[in-house]
């Protein structure tokens, strides 16, 4: 069997290990859900059980994950997402999915926040102690440690004393570390919920004059000189900024230019949650639980243009509007960050499956769009589990949190066809949302410490690869005490692949098994001479299109099935290599519903014998993946019941079509991956016994 150049990081065997695998730990997921999560906004490690109570005066959020709902599949979502946005595939590199061995662990509690400067990483959170790796004995620090970026040791000389959970860290332009949180005193000294630290001896800088009065601090980001604070306040520096506000970075002086105040909350209590500013410090998007900012209506999600007087964008959305099938969740969007560009960003939730919002998703939004209910360029559903991270970073989106699969648009707290199985963390293709071939799992974790927990609090990128800061001890199968490091050492690239994208080149016709027509095509109108190129590896194709060296093609086992599977086989020279199905990830479609099919800019486009409609479906090389939801294409003036193979070639999809009288006939029309307008086709060429357009297998290749 011809190996693809791209292979997912597991082997086909330990495939099948995992899924087996799975099933056990996802009996372990179902008996967690029966628990009363309490997730505390603030204050000291709590046990998670149906007896806890919030304690002390901070606020809780309770988070219950349904017991029980009415099964919601979906097998046939005809809809049409967000407003094409021209992506096309893009250059990422992953991380390695096997943790460092090389970070500290803490004990207890959870880790919240990193910050990274020089050769040294910060941690805070709720814990009260850690350890290095490979120590013996744990080491009491409370809510906030240093360690040496290279070996993971302790550095003893930060010692900063908190009296409460740190649940932000940034770096401003003089070095110091900003800590923000739900604290109350600093080194002995008042310092409430935000304070700066010098970043070798934790030593509070007494001349940094920031402070959050009324209330927890759960982001803050820097952007030049501005550092941006969220949370559950209403007080800054003394002066009125609810769950908003910003400061200038370097003295903690409040800017008063930036009176931008969310409040109102859908239940329970106000509060940001969620907070990113793009690179070029243009835009700020946030999420929690408000419904109103500076007087306007804005549930959850609210975008806030900061070129001039920050002021609330003309952008809004209803896909946080209605409730989950969870009451228990008071907010869903839970976090939110932009690409590494600004060009777009990403939002996750929990919350339990509801139609009609995005609960339990993880969504795309493009930065520069404005208007109102504003869709996704493309939604990830879980199947009703929570998603409480995100990071975009290098062309991969990272996800993290409380479920087991991805792809699961069909299933409802279960596997429905096409969910990828993602227990814990998945790394998504920027352009259509897919998971890529990187499972490192939620796992690991040895007898007698939590092998699981409903929240990791924090995906972030620093200098080395993507840290994680969450409520188990387990990560890839390894112990790993409430945090930990996925490396760049190790990872890989995942290339930029498309459809062929240079004319000229050939159309290739299925006839014979084991055969295909070749015709020379210049892109435009001209067609060669064709010929009969042997290929025994191609028996039994049905619809077939080429992805970058890849054939991807319909193989059915006996020309009476009704049902087949989507094949890849190399592609180079003109020559099908031997086949395989990929990861397994696919074989759930039948792909013998297919009368043609074409790949472009990360989705796989096809039609039905006998339907009117071109649809399409995401597709993601990198594994071989089909996505669970079925779109359609805006399209009029084109009989796509009567399409016998498709292919795209020069901006036009080109396409055969079925005749009674005789042999099929050849015709393109233009595609910009948005619409048709069958008015603009045309007739390249019509059929001959010798090549006859009537079939399937029709594909577009540069050689």
């Known amino acids: 069997m011809d190996e693809p150049d791209l292979m997912p990081e597991r082997s086909a065997t330990a495939e099948l290990r995992h899924v087996r695998t799975s099933r056990v730990m996802r009996a372990g997921h179902r008996r967690s859900k029966l628990r009363l999560y309490h997730f505390i906004l603030g204050g000291r490690p709590v046990s998670l059980s149906t007896s806890t109570r919030p304690g002390r005066s901070s606020v809780a959020v309770r988070w219950l994950a349904a017991l029980s709902a009415p099964a919601l599949v979906a097998t046939l979502l005809v809809a049409t997402p967000g407003a094409a946005t021209g992506l096309t595939p893009v250059v990422s590199t992953l991380t390695s999915a096997n943790p460092s ?36 004995t744990w080491t009491a620090r409370n809510y906030l440690f240093a360690y040496d970026r290279a070996t993971g040791a302790l550095k003893t000389s930060f010692a900063p004393v908190l009296d409460g959970a740190v649940h932000a860290l940034a770096v401003n332009p003089d070095g110091k570390l900003i800590a923000g949180g739900n604290f109350k005193t600093v080194n002995g000294v008042s310092r409430k919920n935000l304070v700066a630290l010098d970043p070798a001896t934790g030593a509070t800088v007494g001349s940094w004059v920031g402070r959050s009065d009324g209330g927890q601090v759960r982001r803050t980001i820097v952007r030049g000189n501005h550092l941006y604070i969220a949370g ?62 500076n007087g306007q209506s804005r549930n959850q999600v609210v975008m806030v243009e900061l070129d001039g007087t920050p002021a609330v964008a003309d952008w809004s959305t209803q896909r946080y509007v209605h409730p989950c099938s969870s009451a228990s969740f008071p907010f869903y969007a839970r976090d939110v960050d932009f690409a590494d560009g600004g060009s777009y960003f ?96 939620r796992t690991g974790a040895p ?125 180079t020279g003109g020559t099908v290599g031997a086949s395989w199905l990929g990861s397994g990830y696919n074989d759930w479609y039948n792909t013998a519903t297919m009368s043609g099919a074409f790949y472009l800019d990360g989705r796989m486009y096809y039609t039905k014998a006998g339907q009117n409609t071109l649809y399409y479906r995401y597709l ?48 393109a029309v233009p595609f910009d991956g948005t619409a048709v307008d069958g008015a603009a086709a045309v007739q390249l060429a019509t059929g001959t016994r010798d090549t006859d357009w009537d079939s399937p297998t029709l594909f577009y290749a540069t050689s």
């Open 101 to 136: 061995d090389t970070t500290p662990h803490a004990q207890n509690g959870d880790v919240k926040a990193f910050a990274e400067i020089g050769d040294t990483i910060y941690a805070g959170g709720s814990f009260t102690s850690v350890k290095s790796p490979g120590a013996a």
């Open 232 to 293: 559950a306040f209403h007080w800054v520096n003394g002066t009125s900024h609810s769950l908003l506000a910003r400061l200038n970075a370097t003295t903690g002086a409040i800017d008063p230019t930036f009176q931008i105040d969310a409040s109102v909350a859908r239940t329970s209590t106000e509060l940001v949650w969620g907070l990113d500013v793009s690179p070029d410090n243009g835009t700020l998007v946030a999420v929690g639980n408000f419904t109103v900012v």
């Open 346 to 441: 990403v939002i996750v939730a929990d919350g339990g499956r509801a139609s009609g919002a995005y609960c339990d998703t993880i969504a795309r939004f493009e930065t520069d769009t404005r208007g109102s209910a504003i869709d996704g360029t493309w939604v990830n559903h879980t199947g009703h589990d929570s998603v409480t991270s995100v990071e975009v970073a290098d062309n991969v989106v990272y996800v993290a949190g409380h479920f087991r699969w991805l792809n699961n648009t069909n299933g409802n707290d279960s596997a429905g066809p096409g969910a990828i199985d993602r227990y814990g963390y998945g790394a998504l293709d920027p352009i259509n949302g897919m998971p890529l071939a990187w499972n490192p799992q």
């Open 447 to 571: 007898a007698g410490t939590t092998n699981w927990g409903p929240i990791v609090w924090e995906l972030w990128r620093g200098s080395t690869g993507i840290h994680a800061g969450f409520d188990n001890d387990g990560t890839g199968g390894e112990y790993h005490g409430r945090m930990a490091l996925f490396p760049l050492a190790g990872g890989r690239v995942v290339p930029a692949v498309n459809a062929p994208q240079t004319v000229p080149g050939y159309l290739y016709i299925g006839g014979r098994d084991g055969q295909l027509t070749r015709v020379p095509f210049d892109g435009a109108a001209t067609l060669g001479t064709p010929s009969v190129v042997s290929q025994p590896n191609l028996t039994g194709a049905g619809a077939a299109f080429a992805v970058h060296n890849k054939l991807y093609w319909s193989k059915v086992d006996g020309g009476l099935q009704t049902t087949s599977s989507l094949h890849i086989s190399t592609f």
């Open 620 to 667: 993601e090389p990198d594994g071989y993946t089909i996505g669970a939801s079925e779109f359609t294409v805006p399209s009029q003036g084109v009989s796509w019941g009567s399409v016998r193979g498709m292919t795209w070639a020069g901006g036009r999809i080109v396409y055969g079509t079925y005749s009674l009288l005789g042999p099929g006939n050849l015709w």
